[in-house]
């Protein structure tokens, strides 16, 4: 069973940055960073394979990049130019593929989430 532990969430102003940071309790294949905005479907924002290999929302290419410490089991993701729409509670994802789409269908091990606020 993989725990996943997210950290690095908290406020920050429009056009500012947050680096988010999820840490496994094991190596894991896949990973990725979604969010859930009040009243909203929780949505796919960037996913990284064991290879590297990255996909992006539309709405947040150019802006998040999602890496990975393999070494510490440590999912990354830096976001920059945040506007109030990024505001959501983030969640990080593990998967049992070497590669994972963008929804969730894709992923069996979630965080409990940490909170962006953008004003």
């Known amino acids: 069973h993989v725990q996943l532990v997210e950290s690095g969430g908290g406020s920050a102003q429009v056009g500012g940055s947050l680096k988010l940071a999820c840490t496994a309790s094991v190596r894991t294949k896949c990973m990725g960073w979604f969010r859930q905005a009040p009243g909203k479907e929780r949505e796919g924002v960037a996913t990284i394979g064991s290879a590297g290999s990255t996909s992006y929302a539309d709405s947040v290419k150019g802006r998040f990049t999602i890496s990975k410490d393999n070494a510490e089991n440590i999912l990354y993701l830096q976001m920059n130019s945040l506007k109030p729409e990024d505001t959501a509670m983030y969640y990080c994802?593990?998967?049992?593929?070497?590669?994972?789409?963008?929804?969730?269908?894709?992923?069996?091990?979630w965080g409990q989430g940490t909170q962006v606020t953008v004003s």
């Open positions: 994802a593990a998967g049992h593929r070497n590669w994972c789409g963008i929804q969730s269908s894709w992923f069996n091990y």
